[in-house]
């Protein structure tokens, strides 16, 4: 009996450190996910700029056949980019993920990975993979995604890929995150744009315009989904250590309420013991 209510001790012991563990990290992604909402609201702006002025070209009936090489969807290799967390603990984050992955890529698809986790199931599953590069744990900056872009860059005006595509998990709310694939090149119109009533000249032509734009066209697209992918994570692992926390500590009060029934059946049968010893006596 008495191993018995150390070995309880030890497991309520562990438990309530797995519950300060767990709330810690809780914490901590809580406290990114603020940050993460701050740098978009900070971001948007500039976003929404670059956005009107590349769908203002493209529903601009007159500029289609000079922007036909940037808006006009064709067959060929794609270039797709994948998101996810350098670290797990994130609940079904990853599988869910890869479950878009697998559903969308093809076997000559070029891949850049972002991330540990996509690498290693890049790996896993033989996907031709270009790049790799890791998600930090602190929110992304703009020189951490030039690199990346110039890959999409290179490959997408040379003509060497007809598409690029970005797979990640978009942030909805604080308990729903959703796999997502985001086709930024070919650039496509979007059907619920108003242009201006005001007349643009563009200079030296709309085409050029368009082209100069691309990579920042790239940038915010993909520094979009970058910022969703951060706060998906964080998100994810916060919910999941919530779940850890409170499994954690139920375990532990089940374990208590355990120990101290089993130490008071043991106090009961040692004075049972004791009485029964004065009574043969």
Sequence with gaps: MAQNLQQLKKRIKTSDSIAQIAKAMEMISASKIRKAQDSVEKHNPYAKKIKDIVQHILADKDLQDNIEKFSTEKEGKRLIYIISPDKGLAGGLVVNLFKKVNSYLKKDDYVVVVGKK????????????????????????????????????????????????????????????????????????????????????????????????????????????????????????????????????DISESLTNIYNRSRQEKITNEILDLANGQQGM
């Design 118 to 249: 996509a690498a290693g199931e890049a790996t896993k599953y033989g996907y031709n993979v270009l790049a790799s590069f890791n998600m930090w744990a602190k929110f992304p900056q703009y020189d951490d995604l030039y690199p990346m872009i110039d890959i999409a860059k290179k490959f997408y005006l040379s003509g060497e890929v007809a598409k690029v595509s970005i797979i990640y998990t978009e942030f909805k709310n604080m308990l729903v995150q959703e796999p997502v694939v985001e086709e930024v090149f070919p650039a496509k119109q979007d059907k619920s744009f108003k242009t201006s009533s005001i007349n643009y000249i563009f200079e030296p032509n709309a085409q050029q315009v368009l082209k100069d734009l691309l990579p920042f066209y790239f940038e915010i697209e993909f520094y979009s989904a970058f910022m969703n992918a951060f706060a998906s994570e964080q998100a994810s692992r916060m919910t999941a250590m919530k779940n850890a926390k409170d499994n954690a500590k």
